[in-house]
């Protein structure tokens, strides 16, 4: 088992900053993949950005150059540098550790409860 703890939301006004933090403990040899997503209220649940094992980083169209996914493996972390923040930002963000060994071959998975991101115009 892996456990996921976020940490680093808040509230922010627009064009703000703000840098999660996802901190992995247990059984973390078996995670080769982390990834940050986001669910605003009333919406479904959505990928903001993905890092894997070799360090390629992808991210949603709506966060480019605007967010930075990193992962330091020493400190079993993984971070999300969020930069020119817009109220469309807000919702809650989960971390989510996997084992990815193909395109849909994922052989571990979990998720951290969330951290809240707020927002204002």
């Known amino acids: 088992q892996v456990q996921l703890v976020e940490s680093g939301g808040g509230y922010v006004q627009a064009g703000g900053s703000l840098r999660l933090s996802c901190a992995a403990s247990?059984?973390?040899?078996?995670?080769?993949?982390m990834a940050w997503y986001r669910q605003a209220p009333g919406k479904q649940r959505e990928l903001v950005a993905h890092?894997?094992?070799?360090?390629?980083?992808n991210y949603a169209d709506s966060v480019k150059g605007r967010f930075t996914i990193a992962r330091d493996d020493a400190k079993n972390s993984a971070y999300l540098q969020m930069n020119s923040l817009k109220p469309e930002d807000t919702g809650v963000y989960y971390c989510?550790?996997?084992?990815?060994?193909?395109?849909?071959?994922?052989?571990?998975?979990?998720w951290g409860q969330g951290t809240q991101v707020t927002v204002s115009s």
């Open positions: 989510r550790a996997m084992r990815v060994l193909g395109v849909g071959d994922i052989r571990a998975d979990y």
């Open positions: 890092i894997a094992a070799g360090g390629t980083k």
């Open positions: 247990g059984s973390i040899f078996s995670i080769n993949t």
